[in-house]
């Protein structure tokens, strides 16, 4: 059964660094894209990062980048999302995804991390 | 960026009966919208890709169509496990967009 556990999430001040990982079973990395989306609270889905299977490939919409880094540990079947200065907008529910083989979407997600940005 | 343009916000029907939500894309996307359905306490579930490919599980009341920049998702015959929110999201190009998100509600 494939399987998507985020962790890491919590409260922190504006501008502090906070490290989400998303853990996977019943399947590995190495053959599917790993995708971060996030929703405000009471708000729509943002697609938030994707990283290729070799992690050679990250893209990242304008509004986190150059402030969040999507890495990877294939040993452990893990994703991260590395997040940098964060800010009171970043303040979500986080949830990874994982891209379908042969289907171009995401199909698998997790239940969600929250991350609260708040002084 | 390609912004979408989901309606209506909010629908109420009872089970049993046929609803229909629209997508909008502010440019082409080809054919390829997904739809997704979010309900508390669950994870996010895939229902259709490309426009109208079922994911495999989703039930065949469920449709979707259309192409460019207009989309819809039909659900034929209500159950009462339906309700809940559904989103659109173009896989298009980067960076992926969703809709705004449609509640589904027992009238």
């Known amino acids: 059964e494939v399987k998507l556990v985020e962790s890491g999430g919590g409260l922190v001040q504006p501008g502090s660094p906070l490290k989400l990982s998303c853990a996977a079973s019943?399947?590995?990395?190495?053959?599917?894209?790993l995708n971060w989306i996030r929703q405000a609270p009471g708000k729509g889905l943002e697609w938030v990062a994707s990283i290729n299977p070799d992690g050679s490939s990250t893209y990242y919409p304008d509004t986190v980048k150059g402030r969040f880094v999507v890495s990877k540990d294939n040993a452990k079947n893990t994703r991260y999302l590395q997040m940098n200065n964060l800010r009171s907008e970043d303040t979500a529910m986080y949830y990874c995804?994982?891209?379908?083989?042969?289907?171009?979407?995401?199909?698998?997600w997790g239940q969600g991390v929250m991350v609260t940005v708040s002084s | 960026d390609v912004q979408m343009t989901q309606s209506p916000s909010n629908l109420a029907a009872s089970p049993g009966e046929s609803v229909s939500i629209n997508c909008k894309a502010s440019?082409?996307?080809?054919?390829?919208l997904a739809w997704y359905q979010q309900k508390p306490g669950k994870a996010n579930k895939l229902l259709i890709y490309s426009g109208s490919t079922l994911q495999s599980g989703t039930p065949s009341r469920f449709s979707g169509s259309g192409s460019g920049t207009d989309f819809t998702l039909t659900i034929r015959n209500l159950e009462p496990e339906d309700f809940g929110l559904y989103y659109c999201q173009q896989h298009n190009e980067y960076p992926f967009t969703f809709g705004s998100g449609t509640k589904l509600e027992i009238k």
């Open positions: 019943g399947f590995t990395f190495s053959s599917n894209w």
């Open positions: 440019k082409s996307i080809s054919k390829y």
């Open positions: 995804a994982r891209r379908g083989t042969g289907i171009p979407v995401f199909d698998y």
